[in-house]
């Protein structure tokens, strides 16, 4: 018995009050983050329908329709996972607990915010080509090489959907404190493996990805002002044709530069969080600190649908055709 008080008085608590945390989920995952989300929802559709009204002549548009497609991936799953935080939803009417939905749905939302970072990295990577090779980049980036290389990133980064679900299975167990029998997750063996995996992944995907947009970033910064200077020099205007890159596909490069810093900007919370809770124990699910994760969960899940939803008015900005498809748009609704 002695053993067990000792135990019992060293075991830390959470630090952080339950209800302070309830109200502070409750801002930001029920009213911000849903608020966000949903603009992003609609937001997206909009981009979707505007990208097809313009057309796929060329791989911009492709490369865009695949951003679109994985924001909206994350921005979906986003919202489960507010559900799943609803500190008012009653997890005993449940078929699984709060707990174990969030270990099958995170891995989705995880894979569809990989696939959004490595679709604007393959984005700013053919700007760097328009830029550094403007004569030979529409003949390598065309509109079938771009599908191609966005559908080998959406099907590749299924194996982070695969590998950790093959960690685990779904099982029943009964739960005395409900006096019921939930949908359970078990795992494969010890949590090693997996944490393992998360730890990698923390530390690999999105720092690599990060790196190649900050890579692609410079050189065209670089680039643009290299050759403003030359332009300035030259005073053949046929050679500045022939070796320039036109004004339409400068706004692109500005406008996909704008993409990648926000990118940057509202995913560092996220992969910070990731990297934690891989090397923290207590910040893992079930773990003593796992309040302090939920909370600054939270705030990443907001900046992560900023991510998501902001892209309509960066092209509404940016792009004079955008702008013109959403006027279209507006006045054949307005007719009808």
């Not at 608590?13 to 029920?30: E, Q, Y």
């Not at 937001?43 to 679109?68: E, H, M, S």
């Not at 005395?176 to 949590?191: D, H, L, Q, W």
């Not at 050189?219 to 002002?225: A, E, N, R």
Request: charged share 15%; hydrophobic share 50%.
């Amino acid at each position: 018995m002695n053993s067990t008080l000792a135990l019992t008085k060293i075991k830390p608590a959470s630090p952080i009050d339950a209800t302070v945390l309830k109200v502070i989920l409750a801002v930001n995952t029920l009213f911000l983050s849903t608020a966000i989300c949903l603009f992003g929802i609609a937001a997206n559709i909009v981009n979707i329908l505007n990208f097809r009204k313009q057309g796929y002549k060329d791989g911009v548009n492709v490369t865009l329709t695949a951003l679109v497609i994985s924001d909206l991936g994350v921005l979906i799953t986003q919202q489960i996972i507010i559900q799943i935080y609803n500190p008012w939803l009653d997890q005993s009417n449940l078929v699984m607990l709060k707990p174990q939905l969030f270990i099958l749905i995170i891995c989705i939302n995880e894979y569809f915010i990989r696939v959004s970072g490595l679709v604007t990295a393959c984005a700013a990577f053919e700007r760097c080509l328009c830029v550094v090779l403007p004569m030979k980049v529409k003949l390598v980036m065309t509109r079938r090489v771009a599908a191609v290389v966005n559908i080998s990133i959406f099907v590749a980064m299924v194996s982070y959907v695969v590998t950790p679900y093959s960690f685990v299975y779904v099982g029943s167990k009964f739960i005395p404190e409900y006096n019921r029998t939930f949908a359970y997750v078990y795992f494969r063996g010890s949590k090693g493996a997996l944490n393992n995996f998360y730890i990698v992944d923390a530390l690999f995907i999105p720092n690599v990805t990060m790196v190649l947009l900050l890579v692609f970033t410079v050189v065209l910064v670089t680039k643009l002002k290299s050759k403003n200077v030359w332009r300035q020099r030259v005073s053949n205007t046929v050679n500045r044709t022939k070796y320039s890159i036109t004004l339409k596909e400068r706004k692109t490069i500005v406008m996909l530069l704008t993409m990648s810093v926000i990118y940057i900007v509202c995913l560092m919370p996220h992969t910070a969080l990731n990297l934690a809770a891989g090397l923290v124990e207590e910040l893992k699910i079930d773990g003593v600190y796992f309040d302090i994760d939920l909370l600054v969960s939270s705030f990443s899940a907001i900046s992560e649908a900023v991510n998501c939803s902001v892209t309509a008015i960066v092209y509404f900005k940016m792009s004079s055709k955008y702008r013109e498809v959403i006027y279209d748009m507006l006045h054949c609704r307005v007719k009808k």
